[in-house]
């Protein structure tokens, strides 16, 4: 049984808190400590909680079978049902193959930016509406959702906000925002993220003091199919058969060989396997030829980047250029840059510019590009 908790940082998590008729609502739960205190801590607030958990692969991971064990587990200590969907087909055609047809092309795509989009959240609405009485989702994410304000968001000119925005975790060091550029309005509207308000080491107390199974389980990798294969080159072996090629030196000179371009990345040094006088990364790939480019590292700065299949989740597709702040890597620094609307011939919006203030490094296409104004995430698209 729960011990009582009375924590008023959740209430900030609940952002149209005063309309709240039906307390119901489907918790995503992978086994892990962040979605089991999510469920818990609004079980304490009064919630009707049921929890949900995708089966999206077999073996060992938060995100396989090993998860749906402490999931279950969890869920009849907290007195709650427990619904788990097969979500393996899904998760093979949205995740894996998508993953696959990427590297092949010779980029280096971002899984958890598709399965979130094409996957556990779809799914989690879908099971939600299929249960007339249950409006809200929960996951355990490090993110907020709030309605907006003009008189609490200023310096927000020339942006056009929409009701629901989505806004970075309180803990930037675990902040999760980033994996979440491609959520529609509707799933803002009905979603609800318990530990946006805490800090990593505040989920492991309030675990530890609700005596939740998972309170002290360890931290589960950022990609599923890492924690699965072991590492994403065994993905990568696992499902693409690999092509011996050339390294090149962007001056001409071939330095080595490579057993599989969709090994490497843009910005990689290690594991080149080529000797030279001074560190050289990987420049760029060219799938065609089956060459990997290299070069020192100043000759990786870009002032600019190509952004394609745009999802604009806070605010309106803007018309003119903005100012944003742009997170090119999970774990890298947003960066000050200007964002230019592209038309095509029908005048349409298909792309953007993005041009960089200071010219940044390990530019690489597949990876998201993420836009802020502070806190707030404003959209996000794909570096092609």
Not at 50 to 55: A, P, S, V
Not at 95 to 122: Q, R
Not at 191 to 218: D, F, N, W
């Amino acid at each position: 049984m729960l011990k009582t908790i009375n924590y008023k940082k959740l209430k900030n998590c609940i952002p149209n808190n005063n309309s709240i008729r039906d307390k119901n609502i489907i918790v995503g739960l992978s086994g892990g400590v962040d979605s089991s205190l999510s469920a818990a801590l609004l079980i304490e607030d009064g919630w009707n909680v049921e929890g949900l958990t995708l089966w999206l692969m077999k073996g060992e991971g938060s995100c396989c079978s090993e998860g749906l064990v402490d999931a279950a587990g969890l869920c009849e200590d907290l007195g709650i049902d427990h619904h788990v969907i097969d979500s393996r087909k899904i998760f093979e055609k949205e995740v894996i193959k998508k993953t696959t047809d990427a590297y092949k092309k010779g980029f280096t795509p971002l899984p958890c930016s598709m399965c979130n989009k094409n996957v556990k959240f779809e799914e989690m609405l879908n099971f939600a509406t299929k249960k007339t009485n249950f409006t809200y989702l929960a996951t355990g994410h490090y993110a907020r959702v709030k309605i907006f304000s003009s008189s609490e968001f200023i310096n927000t000119k020339n942006l056009e906000f929409r009701e629901y925005i989505l806004l970075r975790g309180a803990d930037k060091s675990k902040d999760q925002s980033y994996f979440l550029y491609s959520l529609s309005q509707e799933i803002l509207s009905r979603l609800i993220l318990p530990l946006g308000e805490l800090k990593k080491e505040e989920t492991r107390q309030e675990a530890l003091r609700l005596g939740l199974r998972t309170a002290e389980k360890p931290e589960s990798q950022d990609l599923c199919l890492v924690e699965h294969y072991g590492s994403m080159q065994k993905f990568i072996d696992n499902h693409i058969e690999p092509k011996e090629g050339k390294i090149m030196h962007i001056n001409g000179k071939i330095l080595g060989k490579h057993n599989s371009i969709q090994h490497f990345t843009i910005g990689q040094r290690k594991g080149l396997g080529i000797a030279w006088p001074e560190p050289l990364y990987v420049k760029s790939l060219d799938k065609q030829k089956n060459i990997v480019y290299v070069s020192n590292k100043s000759d990786l700065n870009k002032k600019e980047a190509l952004i394609n299949n745009l999802n604009w989740v806070s605010i309106e597709e803007p018309q003119t250029a903005i100012e944003v702040e742009a997170q090119i890597r999970y774990r890298s620094n947003p960066v000050k840059g200007t964002l230019i609307p592209l038309k095509d011939e029908d005048n349409f919006h298909k792309s953007f510019k993005l041009i960089f203030e200071e010219s940044q490094s390990s530019v690489t296409p597949g990876q998201a590009a993420v836009f802020y104004k502070g806190d707030i995430l404003l959209g996000g698209g794909l570096i092609s």
